[in-house]
């Protein structure tokens, strides 16, 4: 059954001079963003309900603007309200960030991946170089045309702006950075915690329940630590008639969230390298 | 040439491999055989640098596999089927692997024929079967046409025919010169494929032995004899020191003597025989023999209901 023959001789192989580069990683992880419908969907929705909506607020407005008092009129934020769909974008960039890493994960991906390519680090800096691109360029896309469809609907009488208004471009440009830079924390939460549904109660928690936690606190320390919290942060920025309350300057309070983004890619960068994959 | 020394994983208070080495040479198939739980799959991890030992070291070509150039090129690992994500194509699955490694969308094409996919290339791979699976994780360790193989249970799932494909593909690979080196807990499939084996049972090293060494040494073997004048010839060969049981049929369980001494024996006495046939243990019993005591989790056989405790859980 089985002889122990002579084994033929090893064929001599020649490898390619160098080694398996950066910008080859950079290929693979576009490859594996774009052939998955996760993807698409989340875009999808980034883009349809990020300009959706803030077309539908705006025509609202446009069509009670007869029926608003002065006081309303006054302090009506134009750019703001036409970046409202923003809101939606933020969960659906966030899920994406935290899925390209957690469903490597769940599928089992990941070993492949890292058979092919076992510089850790060198994955996972490809990995956020290919996600923070994408879900740059489809923030700054959705608020952009949300911001030119919304002042459009926004016809005389009522108030709209321009990108030369005071703070517009800052609220435009701005806003869709907030949300290209959660995506990169939920990027770092997903790799930190590997499961998809675990890691986006994370993610969804940090928006919507860690702000009514720090409302419940004494009143002095609630005001401190508000400003802290990205949700203020993200208001901040978008916010173009006056701050919300005691904050950050708008893009001091960005400097504060890419902190945050950086710490926890750090962290998740050093626990994909530790831990057994 | 893979190299392990000492190679030891631990979780937790279990331990999944204790103190294992072995090597695995280019030019043979080796078979990495245990039981389940056994700690094959913890070891070829650690061959990969996806798990870290907790103690000891293992080496591919003398070097850890992280520190490699050109990962595809010099080690392809099949370490389970259908890690795809189920919504990505075979072939972008099987490019985004390449695009790593500088290896072209022909080179990918050209295995997606070889390992009978080309016709669902374009399907998404959560509709493939465990199979398919399979074969898709083939194509992927063979992308980088690489001297170093490993493959965990390629043939679970496989039908008859993809049994035979796969054990002729490691079989030829071998016979080019790599180093060849597949998990199974099934010892008859690697009867059929491995030159050598490395028998392991809860993390430890059992035995390296090649198949025929292992096939040989087996207790099991024995030669059986039939013959009008069973009695008679079951005293001369025991006078001779063999061993000798007499069956339930009428025949005679030999051990000790092999059928060359029985005949010759018989002829002097002189007794007539019916039958004298050697007996090899198959290789099942041979592995069976030796990991006895190391079997994980035990089933049982019996099929009766059983009684309260346990059930239903």
């Given amino acids: ?277 | 040439m893979i190299e392990a020394e000492g190679l030891t994983k631990h979780y937790g208070a279990k331990h999944a491999v204790e103190q294992l080495s072995f090597t695995v040479r280019p030019g043979f198939v080796t078979g990495f055989l245990g039981p389940n739980g056994s700690g094959k799959s913890t070891t070829m991890r650690m061959i990969m640098g996806l798990d870290s030992p907790t103690a000891g070291d293992v080496t591919v070509k003398g070097k850890h596999f992280k520190d490699l150039h050109w990962p595809l090129h010099e080690v392809g690992a099949l370490l389970e089927a259908k890690a795809i994500h189920p919504g990505r194509s075979a072939r972008s699955h099987l490019k985004m692997l390449a695009q790593t490694n500088h290896i072209s969308m022909a080179r990918v094409d050209e295995l997606l024929e070889v390992v009978g996919l080309t016709s669902v290339a374009h399907k998404r791979a959560g509709k493939f079967s465990l199979g398919m699976g399979q074969r898709l994780g083939i194509a992927a360790a063979l992308l980088g046409d690489p001297e170093i193989l490993l493959f965990d249970e390629p043939v679970n799932g496989l039908d008859p025919d993809g049994i035979r494909w796969v054990r002729n593909l490691l079989k030829g690979l071998a016979r080019e010169g790599r180093t060849v080196f597949v998990s199974s807990h099934l010892m008859s499939e690697m009867a059929l494929t491995a030159d050598e084996v490395i028998i392991i049972g809860k993390g430890k090293l059992i035995s390296q032995i090649t198949v025929e060494e292992l096939l040989s040494q087996s207790t099991e073997n024995f030669v059986r004899v039939r013959s009008p004048e069973a009695a008679k010839l079951k005293l001369a060969l025991e006078k001779e020191g063999a061993v000798v049981a007499l069956e339930d049929d009428g025949s005679l369980s030999v051990r000790g003597a092999n059928q060359v001494a029985i005949g010759e024996l018989a002829a002097t006495i002189p007794v007539v025989l019916h039958e004298l046939a050697p007996q090899s243990a198959s290789l099942e019993e041979a592995f069976m023999e030796l990991t006895e005591d190391s079997i994980e989790y035990h089933g049982t056989t019996a099929t009766g209901p059983t009684n309260s405790t346990g059930a239903k859980s």
């Fill in chain 1, 1 to 277: 059954m089985s002889t122990v023959a002579t084994p033929s001789e090893a064929t001599p192989r020649t490898l390619p001079p160098g080694r398996y580069s950066f910008f080859d990683l950079v290929k693979s992880e576009w490859t594996k963003i774009r052939t998955v419908r996760s993807t698409m969907w989340t875009i999808g929705v980034t883009v349809v309900l990020g300009i959706g909506i803030g077309a539908l607020v705006t025509a609202v407005t446009r069509a009670h603007w007869s029926g608003m008092n002065v006081g309303q009129r006054v302090s009506f934020d134009a750019p703001a309200t036409s970046l409202v769909g923003m809101f939606i974008a933020q969960f659906a960039v966030g899920v994406l960030g935290v899925m390209v890493i957690s469903a490597e994960y769940s599928t089992g991906t990941i070993r492949a991946t890292l058979s092919s390519a076992p510089n850790r680090s060198k994955v996972f800096g490809a990995k956020v170089f290919v996600f923070g691109l994408l879900a740059f360029v489809v923030a700054e896309f959705t608020a952009f045309v949300a911001f030119f469809l919304g002042q459009f609907l926004l016809s005389a009488p009522a108030t709209h702006a321009t990108l030369s208004s005071p703070g517009a471009f800052r609220a435009v440009f701005g806003g869709a950075l907030f949300v290209c830079v959660l995506g990169l924390i939920a990027l770092g939460m997903g790799t930190i915690i590997r499961h998809t549904a675990g890691a986006i109660s994370a993610f969804v928690a940090m928006l919507l329940i860690l702000p009514i936690i720090v409302q419940v606190l004494p009143t002095q320390l609630s005001m401190d630590v508000r400003k802290f919290l990205p949700d203020r942060i993200g208001a901040d920025i978008i916010t173009t008639n006056g701050g919300v309350g005691q904050s950050f300057s708008p893009w001091m309070g960005m400097l504060v969230l890419a902190l945050y983004a950086v710490g926890l890619l750090i962290i998740g960068n050093s626990m994909l390298e530790r831990r057994d994959a």
